[in-house]
Every structure is written in structure tokens, then in C-alpha cells.
């Protein structure tokens, strides 16, 4: 990959992951929540199905996804069953700061496999990447070196793009929010959710 390329290719996804969006949405939503650790967790899915993605296309795997459909039914279901599990979890949140440290793993491990199945049940993402990733590498002759470089570029582009976005949302969250947390407030970050992760299974 040439410098340029690569800088031209950071900043394009780069603009297309914090674009606003379902899981921009989301994101921002859990922000607002003020459920830190679920929305950096969220955004570790993200990047990790995006990375898989980039992977499976630089195999060759991506004509065979392409042709069998039932992979992307399978993993909406599974991305639709998360996505809803997290939107509960935010409706009945406890606005105390106690919380029980066995209850906190399966939240984060959840909100993981939610970013990346919300990813991978996209069939608009495989065409994103298959249309983005040729202007940097011939996916005919990619090598082992590229491939990884490439996978590492995409992932870190995409983490430090996400991250961004939930710490501004953090910052902003106090003058949306007034300081208040209230049941209403907890209801619309819950439907948000909730919508945003079905309107992106049924794309």
C-alpha cells in the first residue's frame, strides 16, 4: 500500500464511521446513558466485524458469502436478539453507581458480539469494503504483508474513530441532558437503541 492511498483510505473510512447512521446512533445513545464501558465495547464489535470483513474479502470468501444468503438471515437473527438485549439492559438501568461485578462482563461481552454481529448482518458493509478496498490494494494478488497492514490500518482508523465519537458524545452529554437523568430519558435511549439496531437488521 502507498502512503498516500493508505492516508486517502484512513480519512475516507474514517468520515464514513462516524458519518451519522444506525450505529452512530447507538453509540451515542449508550454515550448519553452514560454507559462508558458498554459504548467502547460496542465500538471494539464494530471494529472487529469490520476488520472480519476486510479479511474474509482479502480470502476470497466474499463471493461465497455473497452466494449464500442464509449467512447474513443467521447472523441478523443473532444481531437482533443482542441489540434488543442491550436496549433492556439500558431501560433497567440503575442509576445507582453500585453495580454487581458479575452483571457488568455479560453487558460488555454483549455489547461486543452486538457491534460485531451488527457488522457482519449487514450486507452493505461487504459492499462498502468491496467497493473501497480495490483503490488500495489489488485483491487479486494480495500478499500475507499487505493483507495484515491493511487489516491493522482498518482496525486502529476505525477504533480511534469510534472512540472519538463517544468521548465528544460524553462531553456534550451534559449540556443535552441538563445534569438530569430521568425514567423518560432512559425509555428514548432505550427505543433509540433499539430502533437503530432493527433498522440495520432489516436493511
Sequence with gaps: MGL?????????????TITPGPLTAILVAKAFANDRPGAYAFSF????????IILLICLGLSVWIQTFPWFFNISKGFAL????????????????????????????????????????????????????LPRVVNLNEVGITSMIGLLLVTYITLMLSLFVLVYFSEKIRPWILSGKTSPTVDRVLACTVALSGVSIVMM
Design 45 to 52: 464489535g464494530i471494529a472487529l466485524g469490520d476488520t472480519l
Design 4 to 16: 498516500f492511498d493508505t492516508l486517502a483510505y484512513c480519512v475516507v473510512l474514517a468520515g464514513l
Design 81 to 132: 436478539v443482542f441489540i434488543l438485549w442491550i436496549a433492556f439492559q439500558m431501560l433497567n438501568r440503575k442509576s445507582t453507581p453500585q453495580e454487581d461485578s458479575k452483571g457488568v462482563k455479560p453487558t460488555l461481552v454483549s455489547s461486543i458480539l452486538a457491534g460485531l454481529l451488527m457488522c457482519t448482518a449487514s450486507p452493505q458493509s461487504l459492499l462498502l469494503y468491496l467497493i473501497l
